[in-house]
Nanobody
Framework: QVQLVESGGGLVEAGGSLRLSCVFS????????LSWFRQSLGKEREFVAG????????KYADSARGRFTVSGNIVKNAVYLQMDYLKPEDTAVYYC????????????????WGQGTQVTVSS
C-alpha cells in the first residue's frame, strides 16, 4: 500500500522551532512533487511548502518564506519541514502530500496524503 506518515509535531512556545518528517513507502515518488499543507480549525487546507527531487526546486507560501525550510532525502524516502520562529498562527494539523502537478498549491492537485501531525504554538 502507498503510505505517507508524518511525525515531529507537538507543543512549542512562540519563537521556538520544530522539524516535521514525512516518510513515504509503497511506490517510488521520484517523479512526484512533495508538499506540506496545513489546516487550522475553521479554515481550508492551505499550501505551506513544496519540493521536487531535482536540485533546489522548492516553493513556499508567503506565510512560510524566510521561517520554514523544506528539504528531502531520496535515500531515506523522506521529506522534511524545518520550522523556525514559530508563531501562534502556525497552529494547525500539518500534512505531507504527493502529486503530479508541478508545485500545485491546491489540495486537489495532490493524489496521496499522510494522516497529519498536530503543531501547537503557544503565546
Amino acid at each position: 500500500q502507498v503510505q505517507l506518515v508524518e511525525s515531529g509535531g507537538g507543543l512549542v512556545e512562540a519563537g521556538g522551532s520544530l522539524r516535521l518528517s514525512c516518510v513515504f513507502s509503497g511506490r517510488s515518488f521520484r517523479t512526484y512533487f512533495l508538499s506540506w499543507f496545513r489546516q487550522s480549525l475553521g479554515k481550508e487546507r492551505e499550501f505551506v511548502a513544496g519540493i521536487h527531487w531535482s536540485g533546489d526546486a522548492t516553493k513556499y507560501a508567503d506565510s512560510a518564506r524566510g521561517r520554514f525550510t523544506v528539504s528531502g532525502n531520496i535515500v531515506k524516502n523522506a521529506v522534511y519541514l524545518q520550522m523556525d520562529y514559530l508563531k501562534p498562527e502556525d497552529t494547525a494539523v500539518y500534512y505531507c502530500s504527493a502529486g503530479t502537478r508541478l508545485f500545485g498549491v491546491r489540495p486537489d492537485d495532490y493524489d496521496y496524503w499522510g494522516q497529519g501531525t498536530q503543531v501547537t504554538v503557544s503565546s
